[in-house]
Structure formats: C-alpha cells, structure tokens
C-alpha cells in the first residue's frame, strides 16, 4: 500500500471514529482539551494567534476562539483562496458577525468585514487542524497540504499547537517531506512537549 493509500485509510478511521463521539462529550472534552491549550506559555505570550473554525465533528474551536479574543490577543482565521490554492489569513474581531460557510461548510472569514493579514511574520502561535497526530508530533491532515503550503510561506517558526481527542492520537502516521510536525500536542489526558527535533 503506497503512502497516500495508508493515509486514506488512517483518515477515514479516525474520522470514523470521532464521529462516533456523542456531541455532548465532543462538547465537553473540547473545552477540557481547550483549557489546556490556554494555559500553554506559547499562547499567553502570543500577541497574534491563528486559530480555526470547526466542523463536523471536530474539537469545538469557537469558545478557545472567543476567549483570544477576551484575552486581547490579535485573531486570525484562515480562508481558503480558491485561486491560489493557498490559505489567506484575515483578523476576526467577532465570531458572529464575521464569518459565514464558505469552501465545504467551513465558516470562514468574510473578506468585506476582515482585514486581510499580509505579514505571516507576525503570527506567535498556531492552533492547527488534523485529523490524527502521534506523541513525537507527526500530524495528519485532511490530505489538501493547505497547512504544510502555508507554513511553508512563513518567514519564521511559529509555536503549533495541536488540540486532539485522545482517539486521534495513533502509533504512527506515514509522513512525507513536506508535513510540517507540530510542537505541542494537548488532549484530554496530557499536554506533550513534541519533538523538537522534526518541528
């Protein structure tokens, strides 16, 4: 089985799943898990955070969301740039009033209400999505390398942070040279320190 097959497979597991969580768990591991990630140095002393909406059953991001944006902290949120291919990122200052579906149902930024973010550099900590992760930081995303594409545009190395249920946690992940590891990995039973050796 070739390395996108075995990812395929993996996707469609966890997914699977994490589907298979009752909102009402989602719900509250997701503030549980969340908790955690805001008590991390990297995110209280980050200015600037690049977060993401949810959906589907996802780790609920909108109260970890709104409490940035309670702390003062600068909040980005991606859209996807269906030219480009790429991710622009834009300043949300209300979650409400801001956003709207946009690509596959996910609520992104309205760009009459957003400011478009040019200067990648300023971002300090990155809450990124994906669909499994192991302890040593390897992550699995949703197979459109729209993250890795970004990352790769950043002048600098943010902090990433990956918020996860404990199901999306697995042994091993087949990576490629482009996935970009993560530096810290929180669920609902530990914070990890990744290693910093792949970030």
Request: glycine content about 8%; overall charge negative; proline content about 4%.
């Given at each position: ?123 300090d900590c990155i809450l990124l ?19 890795d594409k970004l990352l790769a ?47």
């Amino acid at each position: 089985m070739n390395i996108q097959a075995r990812k395929l497979a993996l996707r469609q597991r966890i997914i699977a799943a994490r589907e298979n969580l009752a909102a009402s768990d989602r719900l509250r591991l997701s503030q549980t898990i969340l908790s955690s990630v805001s008590s991390l140095p990297v995110y209280q002393q980050a200015s600037t955070v690049l977060g993401y909406l949810n959906f589907g059953a996802e780790l609920d991001t909108e109260h970890w969301l709104a409490q940035a944006l309670r702390d003062g902290k600068r909040v980005l949120l991606p859209r996807v740039n269906k030219a480009s291919q790429h991710l622009d990122l834009y300043q949300v200052e209300d979650l409400q009033q801001d956003v709207a579906a946009g690509s596959w149902g996910i609520r992104e930024p309205l760009i009459e209400r957003c400011i478009k973010e040019e200067a990648l550099g300023t971002i300090d900590c990155i809450l990124l999505p994906g669909v499994a992760f192991t302890r040593n930081g390897g992550r699995l995303g949703y197979g459109g390398g729209f993250y890795d594409k970004l990352l790769a545009r950043m002048p600098h190395r943010p902090a990433l942070v990956a918020a996860a249920f404990e199901l999306q946690v697995v042994e091993d992940i087949p990576l490629e040279d482009t996935d970009r590891a993560v530096g810290w990995l929180v669920t609902e039973n530990e914070i990890l320190r990744c290693n910093r050796e792949r970030e």
